[in-house]
């Protein structure tokens, strides 16, 4: 009689719709109580129609949070039960127990979702006492009750996606929360009844466009308000600003906090669904996203500020405590759309019914939308995360297989200003991305597309290694002038391009640019201006005069150890090997290391030559390098057969083994075995 009384009381308390938020939690607390306890069928079915449409409770939803605590109520009575049943008590009038069996009870909840309720919130009903039952490896009830609890919440999510009406915000957000929770519990057979066509927009914009997910990423826009410049001149973002308590709300909500299970069960969505256009729509869709994103951040303060320079620009307070924040939020997003981007890239190279005309846009709207999103990944160094560099890379593979749309691409991602650096970190962040992207695709797009558009953007930053700032698009840079060397088809503009390019290296070498960057970037040009190169057909001796230019350096450089490395400051492994060489050190293992590239008259011309410059390098230690690197050269297979031929006969027989080993006086006076001397009268 005490529980027919409390199940009255509170009936009567669900139907009040002017409830406050304490006494709705309270009620919620009760109804959970009941359920575990009530023994009459009729009344926990009553008590669920109840908890599913009472005016208390969704008359003024707040959100998800209603939602939420719902599926909690259901959950939390399952797990109850369950336990109740495990329990050696036996049940009796005056115990705190339902006397029903378990199937008994689940049924008898289950009747309680009908047709005057909303069919989303029987989802909420449903997947709660799966959850309860099932979740966390429990195995509460029999194979054939869950494979029916699976099969009633699916036919249910079918159902309410056919009821959602147009703007309806709040149901696709419970729908999708719900779908999140019990998805991992569902069978393949039961996941395959979902109509993945209609569910799959509702996935996706729950968490990107919703007003409980990141909202287009306006907030970011909004916190400039509340980035003030303080009296030591560096800015601060405070955690009791309005703007800060919005961010820890939207890393609160319930889509958010549960991104990547969500970003998987969209993955999945994407491998299943019918309508292939659905696929463009997704990505074109996710770009919108992206791209008003990255608009939002340009209007904050903080995207006026260098990553390097955050220290000397922002308080300690926000670069420690309330920035992290936003940062975990763009981290969790992108790293999201990067998990749905594969799962899209790969329904592309598997699925042979994707449109002709669909992959290369695909690929390219993929390669937008991580430019939108470089200036999250370039900040938290996502090149370490693997499913990043497999989107990446297999866009660009994709792309490359479409010239036309290739060079579309890049005109699109070209720098606004070709010619200049710009002052915003946002604009040298994209060029960044435009360099390290483009270097991919010389030897797709036509030659003229590489000199108007590919070499224009990297010269502006060929000579900036001096600018800390500037370092990553110094290297790309440099990277991308090489890469476009080093198509053949390309000859014309190495001819055009070769010496300024040599001009700009010798200036920044060795301030701003390492011994191996610099040994490298020469190796190739030599590579690619010797045959069989088109180029070399032309000016046979401009791999001879790469190196002459090298060597005549060599005579008046300094012969001290470097101070340190170009590249990044931080860069340990360029300091260690900088301060073992000296400038004049590093010129002669340049050449030693071109000679492989050399055709066979000009390495007969420059074995001695390079033998000779070995004894120009003052340093004992740093000569006995040269030395061992010239052997090296020689034995470890680099040159090609009839190069090593030549060279073994020079060694051996020529007098090139004492020429590296004690230089030119010491040759003079040494003779071949059975050989001759200049008092011969022969």
């Known amino acids: 009689m005490a529980t027919d009384r409390s199940l009255a009381t509170l009936l009567r308390a669900l139907q009040d719709a002017s409830s406050e938020e304490q006494e709705v939690s309270r009620l919620l607390g009760s109804a959970t109580m009941l359920l575990t306890i009530l023994s009459n069928p009729l009344n926990l079915t009553l008590l669920t129609t109840q908890l599913l449409s009472a005016p208390a409770i969704w008359s003024r939803p707040h959100g998800l949070h209603t939602a939420v605590r719902v599926l909690s109520v259901f959950n939390s009575a399952g797990i109850q039960v369950l336990k109740n049943e495990q329990s050696s008590l036996v049940p009796n009038r005056f115990s705190s127990r339902t006397s029903l069996a378990k199937e008994d009870w689940i049924t008898a909840v289950i009747k309680g979702a009908d047709e005057r309720t909303p069919r989303w919130r029987h989802l909420l009903a449903l997947s709660g006492l799966l959850l309860g039952f099932e979740g966390q490896e429990r195995r509460g009830i029999s194979d054939s009750l869950r494979m029916k609890l699976e099969s009633a919440i699916v ?3 079918n159902l309410a996606l056919q009821e959602i009406e147009s703007g309806d915000e709040v149901t696709v957000n419970g729908l999708v929360m719900t779908v999140i929770h019990v998805f991992s519990l569902l069978s393949e057979h039961q996941k395959n009844g979902i109509n993945y066509d209609i569910l799959l927009p509702r996935l996706y914009w729950a968490p990107f466009f919703s007003t409980e997910g990141l909202r287009l990423g306006y907030f970011l826009s909004a916190m400039d308000a509340d980035i003030v410049e303080g009296p030591n001149r560096k800015f601060d973002w405070s955690v009791k600003s309005s703007t800060y308590l919005q961010v820890q709300r939207i890393t609160s909500s319930p889509l958010i906090a549960s991104l990547g299970s969500l970003s998987r069960v969209i993955a999945y969505s994407i491998g299943h669904v019918q309508n292939m256009e659905l696929l463009l729509a997704v990505i074109d869709d996710i770009l919108a996203f992206t791209k008003s994103l990255c608009i939002q951040w340009r209007q904050n303060k903080l995207s006026e500020i260098d ?17 992290p924040l936003v940062w975990r939020v763009l981290k969790s997003g992108m790293f999201s759309i990067v998990v749905i981007l594969k799962s899209l890239l790969e329904r592309v190279i598997e699925d042979a019914t994707v449109p002709m005309d669909g992959a290369p846009h695909m690929a390219a709207q993929t390669l937008n939308i991580l430019r939108d999103l470089y200036f999250i990944s370039s900040h938290m160094g996502a090149n370490n995360f693997s499913q990043y560099t497999f989107v990446y890379l297999t866009a660009i593979d994709i792309l490359s297989q479409h010239p036309s749309q290739a060079e579309a691409f890049l005109r699109e991602i070209r720098p606004a ?8 970190p946002l604009d040298r962040c994209h060029d960044l991305y435009f360099l390290n992207t483009a270097e991919h695709f010389p ?16 010269t502006p930053y060929l000579g900036v290694g001096g600018d800390h700032r500037l370092i990553e698009i110094f290297e790309a840079a440099h990277s991308m002038v090489l890469a476009v060397f080093s198509v053949p088809q390309n000859s014309g503009i190495i001819a055009k391009h070769i010496y300024p390019y040599f001009d700009a290296l010798f ?17 190739t040009l030599v590579r690619i201006t010797s045959p069989p190169s088109p180029i070399s057909a032309d000016q046979p001796l401009l791999s001879s005069t790469i190196l002459e230019l090298i060597r005549k ?7 001290v150890p470097l101070q340190r490395g170009g590249g990044p400051p931080d860069s340990e492994e360029n300091v260690t090997e900088d301060t073992d060489v000296s400038e004049q050190c590093v010129l002669t293992l340049t050449i030693i290391d071109a000679l492989p590239f050399l055709p066979i008259d000009l390495l007969e011309e420059w074995l001695p030559i390079a033998a000779e410059t070995i004894h120009t390098v003052q340093d004992e230690n740093m000569r006995n390098q040269c030395q061992q690197r010239f052997w090296d050269i020689l034995s470890n297979g680099e040159m090609d057969a009839n190069c090593a031929a030549v060279c073994v006969s020079w060694w051996s027989t020529r007098g090139g083994r004492e020429f590296v080993l004690y230089g030119t006086k010491k040759v003079e006076d040494t003779f071949m075995s059975g050989g001759l001397g200049d008092r011969s009268k022969l």
């Open 307 to 323: 990553l390097k320079e955050e220290s000397t620009y922002l308080s300690d307070e926000a670069i420690h405590t309330s920035l």
């Open 553 to 559: 350096r060599s005579e008046t450089a300094l012969s």
């Open 417 to 424: 200003e070709t010619g200049l650096i710009p002052e915003h």
């Open 155 to 157: 036919k249910a999510l």
């Open 443 to 458: 030897a797709v797009v036509a030659a003229q597309v590489s000199e108007d558009l590919l070499i224009p953007a990297a």
């Open 507 to 523: 200036k920044v070498f060795p301030q701003n640019l390492s011994s191996r960057q610099f040994r490298m970037a020469v190796r």
